[in-house]
C-alpha cells in the first residue's frame, strides 16, 4: 500500500455493515458483528479502524484510486472471480485501498482490502461484445458495459489479490440519434511482469 495514506479512519455506521458481511462471507463457519450490534454474545466484533490508501503497487503494477485525483487514470480494474467453476471478470473503479484488521480466533489477521464500485452490466452478451475480432464473438478485446455503477454492497470491498489488470476506460455511443446509449467501452491493458 502506498501514499497518500490516512491512519486511524473511523467506519461509518453503513462500512461497518458492509465489512461484518464482508467478514460474514470469507469466514463461513465464523460469526462477527459490529460494536454494540445485535449478534451471538460468541461473535466477532470487528475493530472501527482502518488505514485508507490512495495508490497499491502488486508485482509491477501500480494502481491508483478515487482518493488521488493525481492517479485516477489507473483506478480503472478488471478483477477475477471464481463463480460456478469458472473464472469471470469484472471491470470497476477502485475508490480507495484500505487495510483492516480483525481479531480471529488464531490471533489478530490483517487484510489488505480495495473498496471497488462495478459498472453494470450491458443489457445483452450482443452489446457486451460489440467490437468482436471473429463473428463468433469468441475473441473479443473490447467489450461494452454502462456507463454507471451497481449499487453500494457488500460486493464492492474485495481483497487485492483479485485484481487482475487496468482497463482503458472510453465513452462509446451505438449511434448518433438523440436516444442512443452511452456506454463504457473497456479496452483491458495486459499484465506487465518484471523479472529480474
Known amino acids: 500500500m ?3 495514506s490516512f491512519k486511524n479512519i473511523t467506519l461509518s455506521s453503513s462500512m461497518l455493515d458492509l465489512m461484518v458481511e464482508y467478514y460474514m462471507a470469507t469466514y463461513e463457519s465464523l460469526e462477527f458483528r459490529k460494536p454494540f450490534g445485535e449478534g451471538s454474545l460468541d461473535a466477532i466484533i470487528i475493530r472501527i479502524k482502518m488505514n485508507r490508501f490512495g495508490r497499491c503497487r502488486i508485482g509491477s503494477e501500480f494502481f491508483g484510486s478515487m482518493i488521488s485525483s493525481r492517479h485516477e487514470k489507473s483506478s480503472y480494474i478488471l478483477a477475477k472471480f471464481i463463480t460456478n467453476n469458472s473464472i469471470d471478470c469484472y ?4 475508490q480507495y485501498f484500505f487495510t483492516h484488521t480483525v481479531d ?3 490471533g489478530a489477521s490483517e487484510h489488505y482490502l480495495a473498496y471497488v464500485r462495478w459498472c453494470r452490466h450491458a443489457d445483452s452478451a450482443k452489446m457486451r461484445y460489440y467490437f468482436s475480432i471473429d463473428d463468433d464473438n469468441k475473441t473479443c478485446n473490447v467489450e461494452l458495459w454502462h456507463n454507471d455503477f451497481y449499487p453500494e454492497s457488500r460486493d464492492c470491498i474485495i ?3 483479485n485484481i487482475l489488470c487496468r482497463f482503458v476506460p472510453v465513452k462509446y455511443k451505438t449511434s448518433n440519434h438523440r ?3 452511452q456506454y463504457l467501452a473497456i479496452n483491458s ?3 506487465k511482469y518484471h523479472i529480474r
Open 159 to 161: 481483497p487485492v489479490h
Open 179 to 181: 436516444t442512443a446509449i
Open 2 to 4: 502506498l501514499n497518500p
Open 91 to 94: 471491470p470497476g473503479q477502485i
Open 189 to 191: 491493458i495486459g499484465i
Open 104 to 106: 480471529l480466533p488464531s
